[in-house]
């Protein structure tokens, strides 16, 4: 029986359709799940995808203010401790703590029940606040290490950093 030689390009292009019309389709068809992955990976990379798990909150004495404890979950960076100051009617939002960051090291020291140092919250005064904290934790917030900073949050608040021993 007779076969007919074929070409290599006609064997390559043999299953593309013939007409315009299905050119097109088959076109269309193959290039739409570019754009549409693009998106997705578009969308997906502006999402927090951090939650927060709030611990206790110390209310200043005059009742105006509080600070906030609580642990922070951003997938491969868990077990973390963030302070926030708030106003006392205020909720907690998702974003990352405003006077306090700390993680326990690896381990070295103690964590609390969301993974990260325990702290202790103290208000001295309306305008004073004192967060003590584990020696062995790692601080990111403040930088330097500082001792004490001011905050301007409707007035002046003056914050203590204080290291506690290791229990």
């Keep these: 029986m007779y ?3 074929i ?3 006609e064997r390559l292009y043999r299953w593309w359709p013939r ?3 299905m050119r097109r389709l088959v076109r269309c068809l193959l290039w739409l799940p ?3 992955s693009l998106l ?3 969308a997906t990379s502006f999402s927090d995808t951090c939650r927060n798990s709030e611990g206790p909150s110390y209310v200043s004495p005059d009742g105006q203010l509080k600070a906030v404890v609580f642990g ?3 997938g491969a960076t868990t077990g973390s401790t963030h302070i926030s100051l708030l106003f006392a009617t205020n909720k907690l939002s998702t ?3 405003d006077l306090f960051i700390a993680d326990s090291d690896h381990r070295a020291a103690p964590y609390a029940k969301w993974g990260g140092p325990p702290v202790k919250v103290h ?3 309306n305008t004073n606040l004192q967060i003590f904290y584990p020696a062995k934790a790692r601080i990111f917030y403040p930088e330097n290490h500082a001792v004490a900073q001011e905050v301007s949050f409707n007035h002046t608040i003056t914050v203590e950093y204080k290291k506690y021993k290791d229990e």
């Design 3 to 5: 076969q007919p030689t």
């Design 7 to 9: 070409k290599k390009t």
């Design 19 to 21: 007409s315009n019309i």
């Design 34 to 36: 570019l754009p549409v």
């Design 40 to 42: 997705g990976v578009f």
């Design 72 to 74: 922070r979950d951003c």
């Design 95 to 97: 974003e990352a703590g």
């Design 123 to 125: 208000w001295k005064s």
